[in-house]
């Protein structure tokens, strides 16, 4: 609705959609870029540029819940320079 809005009043809204929450399933991964590319069909001025994707960091609210769900970090500190957080 608030994309409708948008466009109806001349606004360009910035869309931001995250993928690779913990528990996420590969389905809702795909609605979440469906959902993506139906914001720009309705508003083709809304700006949706990149899915970045969810990334816990030790000691953040989430790490717990990434690491029991497959999170395999690095082993040691440098390895979080040039770790893929695809992975």
Known sequence: KANLKCKKYGIV????????????????????????????????????????TYTAFPCTPLYDLALSNGLV?????EGWVDWIFDD
Request: with cysteine.
């Open 13 to 52: 809204p910035a869309c931001s959609l995250i993928i690779g929450f913990p528990t996420e399933t590969m389905e809702e991964i795909n609605n979440t870029i469906d959902f993506g590319f139906l914001l720009q069909r309705e508003n083709p001025q809304a700006q949706l540029e990149t899915f970045p």
């Open 73 to 77: 970090p690095p082993d040691r500190l």
